[in-house]
């Protein structure tokens, strides 16, 4: 029996021996799970990194103002044919000042004039084309007769309205101001017919 014992004991000796071998000679996951024989590997130490917060963008620039209109100047009258009434106005900032002449009778032929100054034109100047027109409208057959010219500077001016006939005519004006120009503004012209209109024979100056 104890020779038994001894065999036994040597055989689970020579068991251990080998369970040690194949543990000291395996991976080291192995050899550290099942061994017991040394500290655990730890991963270097990362510092502490936070990115650096993105820059605010720049405030974005306020939108352009609306297009402010308003009447700077209206009223009626009678024009006798071949005649041009003078209608002075006054605006008191930059912008676009826009026309509108209506009358009763389709069939006459009514035209807008514009000018700066205060009635700076002599029927003479008129009828040779020597008025300096900041635009006009000479429509042989648009009603009302329209008229819009941009960017003006602040200060006097004065619209004329010519009734080239065949009758008299009661007219109606209205003229606005914008105060800011739209981006659409009617193109103008500051050439007249000249003799195809006729030759008008006095200037009626509005009240």
Not at 121 to 133: E, G, L
Not at 164 to 190: K, M, R, V, W
Request: charged content about 15%.
């Amino acid at each position: 029996m104890t020779r038994i014992r001894i065999r036994m004991t040597r055989y689970r000796t020579a068991l251990l021996s080998r369970a040690s071998v194949l543990c000291m000679t395996g991976g080291t996951l192995l050899f550290v799970a099942a061994c017991g024989g040394g500290d655990t590997p730890t991963s270097p130490s990362r510092a502490a990194t936070s990115a650096a917060p993105a820059p605010a963008p720049p405030p974005s620039a306020p939108p352009p103002p609306a297009p402010v209109t308003r009447v700077v100047a209206e009223g009626s009258g009678f024009i006798p044919v071949l005649h041009l009434a003078a209608v002075p106005f006054t605006t008191d900032t930059t912008g676009t000042v826009g026309v509108s002449v209506d009358w009763t009778f389709g069939t006459n032929d009514v035209d807008v004039y514009l000018t700066r100054g205060n009635d700076p034109c002599t029927i003479d100047q008129f009828n040779t084309n020597r008025c300096p027109f900041l635009g006009l409208a000479e429509s042989l057959t648009a009603k009302p007769e329209q008229l819009s010219v941009p960017n003006l500077a602040a200060g006097p001016y004065t619209v004329y309205v010519g009734n080239f006939g065949p009758t008299d005519e009661s007219i109606s004006i209205q003229i606005t101001l914008t105060s800011t120009s739209a981006a659409s503004a009617a193109s103008t012209s500051n050439t007249r017919f000249g003799s195809i209109k006729g030759t008008l024979s006095e200037i009626i100056k509005a009240d």
